[in-house]
């Protein structure tokens, strides 16, 4: 079943319903990218059919409302208005095109961390899975520079028959638009004063985070000089976390690309909703 959600730029998304049960919003594809796209994301250790697998593993027991987000904001930027605030307002507007008055999210990475903004602005939620991002200790003001070097970087052009290599980063052209790499230095600049420790009193549904025990991520001076780490603050403070109402998981021997795979992730997902009815 398909449907539409206006989002705060005035632009459409597209959202696929499959299963029935709880609702469950996955910002992912939910259809395997093909062609000369999908070899391009195997180059980089990603899987072109993550989206895809995630929403087959839950839709024997869920109300799975897929959408890709991520795919919008590529192809639809939103240099300036890329918020929390308005984040937030675009992952209510589909849940409310989708019919899901509550509903469970899962997110990882970047949109792992809007989970967390998403938790502190609506009381809709029924769970919460954040994957890949702490919920304490962010590394909000390291992917600050790093994003800022993108965007500096962005626009660029390979040559015939260039490609990027992925065993060469320090090398690597960013040929995506400035208005697209603009608008997360927009949302990095917004999350600038935000104290993740004080926010967790606020969070009141069910929740569960997890990362992988290698998640440590060093962008070298092309990219802000910074280190990111989203393992360390998972782990280090692991007994605050669970004091604090999370579920905590730590994915023994695993990167950011290898723990985010719909095969760790599926049961993740599953034993929070469990536990959370």
């Given amino acids: ?5 206006i989002l705060h730029d005035a632009n ?26 999908a070899e391009e994301i195997r180059k980089w250790g990603a899987d072109p059919a993550l989206g895809h697998s995630l ?9 799975v409302i897929a959408f890709d987000y991520d795919a919008h904001n590529l192809s639809h930027p939103k240099p300036n208005t890329l918020t929390p605030d308005n984040v937030v307002r675009d992952i209510l507007a589909v849940a409310d095109a989708a019919g899901a008055d509550r509903f469970a999210y899962y997110g990882y990475s970047w949109l792992g961390m809007i989970g967390l903004q998403l938790a502190l602005r609506t009381d809709r939620l029924s769970a919460l899975i954040m994957g890949g ?12 520079p790093f994003f ?11 040559k015939e028959g260039e490609t990027n290599d992925p065993a060469d980063p320090d090398n690597a052209k960013v040929t995506l638009s400035k208005d697209t790499t603009r608008q997360f230095v927009t949302l990095f600049q917004a999350l600038q004063g935000f104290d993740d420790e004080a926010a967790q009193s606020r969070i009141k549904c069910p929740r569960l985070c997890f990362v992988g025990s290698l998640d440590e991520i060093d962008y070298g001076q ?7 780490s989203l393992a360390a603050p998972i782990i280090d ?15 023994e ?25």
């Fill in 237 to 251: 403070r692991r007994e605050e976390l669970e004091w604090l109402g999370w579920d905590v998981r730590v994915l």
């Fill in 12 to 37: 459409a998304i597209a959202i696929e319903v499959s299963g029935a049960g709880a609702n469950l919003l996955l910002p992912v594809n939910s259809h395997p990218v093909e062609g000369p796209q």
């Fill in 222 to 228: 092309k990219w802000g000089d910074v280190h990111v």
């Fill in 133 to 144: 991002f702490p919920p304490i200790d962010g590394p909000y003001a390291e992917l600050l």
């Fill in 55 to 63: 929403v087959n593993g839950l839709a024997d027991s869920y109300r």
């Fill in 148 to 158: 800022e070097a993108v965007h500096a970087q962005s626009g660029a052009q390979l």
């Fill in 1 to 5: 079943m398909t449907f539409q959600a």
């Fill in 253 to 277: 021997g695993l990167n950011h690309l290898q723990a985010m795979q719909a095969s760790q992730v599926v049961p993740l997902i599953r034993s929070c909703l469990a536990s959370a009815r």
